[in-house]
């Protein structure tokens, strides 16, 4: 199965920034919709998943490679 | 299982006694949760550089989280709101000295220690461009773009002698400390920095 995803890009950002874009980006899309956080802010290790907990948005992956994170977020 | 009541009269199902702790339960929560929102509460009482700025790291995060958010700016925070090219403010000499000594506005904001006559500022504000931290000017305008509720305290306002028309725009009604007191109390996090 694959999943279309819209990529949101805050590589470079720091804190608060990425959760800021991705709050943002998230506003243009669906309930079901995926988004792909991409961010290189070490901070967002722990703080996408508590986002994703107050927000009661779905976080579905979360990986690191070459000082990037991704994170894959389904919009409740 | 049956348990005998208090008085050896009777017994109460084990069930009827969970249902009785958990009606108790959710009656104590109702009576202390009071209605409590998804929502965070920040008394901005300082207006130091150093406090401002996490004050509004937490609204914009609160905000991207989908959390309702109220910043209630008085004392010195109110100075953070001040627009940037008000030199003064202030209704007789006194409040007008000490708006002088305390000019406001988020870009002129001093660091509560380590100011060094504003190399302290200036260096941290260099660092936070190089990590891509967005700085507080930034960040208040953010915060009310995601809809922060950004909220004058009306007897700050009057005893400094700070006019509606000195604020930047898109603030909120000016309010007294009761209706600050409600804000604080149907919030789920409340904060005072």
């Keep these: ?76 | 299982m049956t348990v005998g009541d208090a008085t050896g009269n009777g017994s109460t199902d084990a069930t009827e006694l969970t249902e009785l702790i958990d009606r108790a339960l959710a009656e104590r929560e109702a009576r202390d949760g009071f209605n409590k929102k998804n929502k965070i509460t920040i008394v901005a009482w300082d207006g130091h550089l150093d406090r401002i700025w996490p004050t509004l790291i937490l609204s914009t995060t609160a905000a991207a989280s989908g959390m309702e958010v109220s910043v209630f700016f008085t004392f010195w925070g109110l100075f953070a709101l001040v627009k940037p090219e008000k030199r003064m403010t202030g209704k007789e000499w006194m409040t007008k000295a000490l708006s002088v000594l305390n000019p406001g506005a988020m870009k002129r904001a001093k660091l509560s220690r380590y100011n060094f006559a504003g190399m302290g500022p200036w260096m941290l504000g260099k660092v936070a461009e190089d990590y891509k931290t967005p700085h507080p000017t930034e960040l208040l305008e953010m915060a009310r773009d995601m809809g922060v509720r950004l909220i004058p305290c009306q007897m700050t306002m009057d005893l400094m002698g700070v006019k509606e028309e000195d604020l930047i725009d898109g603030l909120e009604e000016p309010i007294g400390a009761a209706t600050a007191l409600l804000e604080m109390k149907e919030s789920s996090i409340q904060l005072f920095i």
């Excluded at chain 1, 980006?25 to 901070?43: I, M, Q, R, S």
């Excluded at chain 1, 722990?46 to 919009?75: C, M, Q």
């Design chain 1, 1 to 76: 199965m694959s999943i279309t995803a819209t990529t949101v890009d805050a590589r470079g950002q720091s804190c608060p920034g990425p959760l800021v874009t991705l709050h943002r980006a998230l506003k243009d899309g669906g309930p079901g919709d995926v988004f792909e956080l991409l961010a290189t802010d070490p901070g967002s290790k722990s703080d996408v998943p508590s986002w994703a907990t107050l927000s009661g948005n779905e976080l579905l992956e979360a990986s690191h490679e070459d000082g990037v994170f991704r994170y894959l977020i389904r919009k409740a």
